[in-house]
Nanobody
Framework: VQLVESGGDSVQAGGSLRLSCAAS????????MGWFRQTPGKGREGVAT???????SYSDSVKGRFTISKDNFRNTLYLQMNDLKPEDTAMYYC???????????????????WGQGTQVTVSS
């Protein structure tokens, strides 16, 4: 499985960005896919996840502002980010992994496949 993110940029607070993650290889519809973010010195934080049987989930910090979606025909994962805040500044990673339990995990250790990341910088 290969994951390639794009769409990161520098924007002002209140702005919007859409991140994309192109997936290829042995992808399974049963996989959870998710967006994580990381700032220097901190671990990867789960932002949003999606899987066709269990739907979507979001961290409290982005709920109502970010939307995760997936185009199964194009095998592409998206993250629409609205009303961006300086604290959203991070490297954003796309990930895929087996679903454990009844939902998709927000913990990075449950994901086996990762992209290289795309930088999002939000200035005040």
């Amino acid at each position: 499985v290969q994951l390639v993110e794009s769409g990161g940029d520098s924007v002002q607070a209140g702005g919007s960005l859409r991140l994309s993650c192109a997936a290829s290889g042995a992808m399974s519809s049963s996989f959870c896919m998710g967006w994580f973010r990381q700032t220097p010195g901190k671990g990867r934080e789960g932002v949003a996840t999606i899987q066709q049987d269990v739907g979507t989930s979001y961290s409290d910090s982005v709920k109502g502002r970010f939307t995760i979606s997936k185009d199964n025909f194009r095998n592409t994962l998206y993250l629409q980010m609205n009303d961006l805040k300086p604290e959203d500044t991070a490297m954003y990673y796309c990930a895929a992994g087996i679903r454990y339990g009844r939902g998709c995990s927000m913990f990075s250790y449950n994901y086996n496949y990762w992209g290289q990341g795309t930088q999002v910088t939000v200035s005040s």
